[in-house]
């Protein structure tokens, strides 16, 4: 059984970064996409990021784009997303999830094993 879980949140200013990490234990690493999400107060989860299982494929959503980096260590049985240039509304619980069967999607249904989240708030 594939168990997450993520580190690296906290309060930054705007314009600030931030590092997440999401470590992962049991599966095979490699052999699976993973997927950030985020959750605001009073939204619903939406997607951020996504990579597929060897780390050759990304995706991002609009508004992250340029500004946050997904990425793999296979080695280390950890995804990271790195966040540049932090807005207020960048504020949230992010999660990472393991897609086990797919490409790595953006639909969070597709997402097999999620971890607990991490805060995030960025002040402005």
């Known amino acids: 059984q594939v168990q997450l879980i993520e580190s690296g949140g906290g309060l930054v200013q705007a ?8 470590a992962a234990s049991g599966r ?6 993973m997927g950030w999400f985020r959750q ?33 260590d296979n080695a280390k049985n950890t995804v990271y997303l ?4 932090l807005k207020p509304e960048d504020t949230a619980v992010y999660y990472c999830a393991a897609d086990l069967w797919g490409p790595g999607e953006r639909r969070l249904t597709k997402y ?5 989240g991490t805060q995030v708030t960025v002040s402005s």
């Open 82 to 85: 790195q966040m540049n240039s």
């Open 40 to 72: 605001a107060p009073g939204k619903e989860r939406e997607f951020v990021a996504a990579i597929s299982y060897g780390g050759g494929n990304t995706d991002y959503t609009d508004t992250v784009k340029g500004r946050f980096t997904i990425s793999r």
């Open 15 to 22: 314009g600030g970064s931030l590092r997440l990490s999401c």
């Open 28 to 33: 095979t690493f490699g052999s699976y996409a």
């Open 112 to 116: 097999d094993i999620w971890g607990q």
